[in-house]
């Protein structure tokens, strides 16, 4: 099955940028989504299809995909971004599986 | 606005089956849009766990597959979990959401979750 890799965790200071990546295998030729979760919520998703923003996600939300790995950027980090972050992908072959990667853990310093 | 609501019991003795209903708000379930089941256990990541369509259509993780039943009820615009056998390491948070989109598919609208806990 295919296997989404993120690292467990990621810390960056207010007002810096934030990359959180996201590898698995030719990831780059399927669409990712990125959603966050803080403690004790549901998941909100912040980008679909590798680059999309949901209305309301501000535009410091943003994505990118290529090669092996998606990255999720976020731009001039605040205190409120501080969550948990997983990405997902739709694995089109065989039973149209859906993958989640581990998730990381963004802390703002 | 689009509202889920997942209920059932919170508590699941050993061996036995969790069940669990979500209710969806102010959008018809068999419109084009999917319906998964995702789980969290403890501390950990979420784990998902299958997507059913209006038609009846399902598709499931295959290491939970063998126990799981998805269904959805168009009448009462609801869909419905069911695992059975179930172990401590089912204990967790369950999530249902909605699944939209075109070639690929991504889940825009989630319920508020609900615990479950199996034990004796």
């Known amino acids: 099955s295919y296997v989404l890799t993120q690292p467990p965790s990621v810390s960056v200071a207010p007002g810096k940028t934030a990359r959180i990546t996201c590898g698995g295998n030719?990831?780059?030729?399927?669409?990712v989504h990125w959603y966050q979760q803080k403690p004790g919520q549901a998941p909100l998703l912040v980008i679909y299809?590798?680059?999309d923003r949901p209305s309301g996600i501000p535009e410091r939300f943003s994505g990118s995909n290529s090669g092996n790995t998606a990255t999720l950027t976020i731009s001039r980090v605040e205190a409120g971004d501080e969550a948990e972050y997983y990405c997902?992908?739709?694995?089109?072959?065989?039973?149209?599986?859906?993958?989640f990667g581990g998730g990381t853990k963004l802390t703002v310093l | 606005q689009v509202q889920l609501q997942e209920s059932g019991p919170g508590l699941v003795r050993p061996s036995e089956t969790l069940s669990l209903t979500c209710s969806v708000s102010?959008?018809?379930?068999?419109?084009?849009?999917?319906w998964a089941w995702v789980r969290q256990p403890p501390g950990k990541g979420l784990q998902w766990i299958g997507t059913?369509?209006?038609?009846?259509?399902?598709f499931s993780n295959p290491s939970l597959q063998s126990r799981v039943t998805m269904s959805v009820d168009t009448s009462k615009n609801q869909f419905s979990l069911r695992l059975t056998s179930v172990t401590a390491a089912d204990t967790a948070v369950y999530f249902c959401a909605r699944e939209v989109g075109g070639h690929d598919y991504y889940m825009d609208v989630w319920g508020k979750g609900t615990t479950v806990t199996v034990s004796s």
């Open positions: 102010d959008y018809v379930i068999s419109s084009r849009s999917y």
């Open positions: 997902q992908v739709w694995d089109s072959s065989g039973d149209h599986l859906r993958v």
């Open positions: 059913i369509y209006h038609t009846g259509k399902t």
């Open positions: 030719n990831i780059g030729t399927k669409s």
């Open positions: 299809y590798d680059i």
